[in-house]
């Protein structure tokens, strides 16, 4: 985010107007992190008696 904002800076006019460069880019989603995983996870079923059978 830091670097994000030095870039940022740069665009700023300092004119105080409501089309502001920063505010618009920090209010995008940010597509550089993963999504975080929600729900349940999927797992195998256990297969029972296997050690039995070996």
């Known amino acids: 985010m830091a670097q994000t904002l030095k870039a ?3 665009c700023c ?3 105080a107007l409501p089309d502001c460069p ?4 920090l209010g995008q989603p940010d597509d550089s992190e ?3 995983r ?3 996870v999927l ?3 256990r297969r ?3 050690a039995k059978r070996l």
């Open 8 to 10: 940022l800076i740069h």
């Open 13 to 15: 006019a300092g004119d």
């Open 22 to 25: 920063i505010l618009h880019t």
């Open 34 to 36: 993963p999504e975080a």
């Open 38 to 40: 929600t729900g349940a």
């Open 43 to 45: 797992r195998r079923p």
């Open 48 to 50: 029972h008696g296997l």
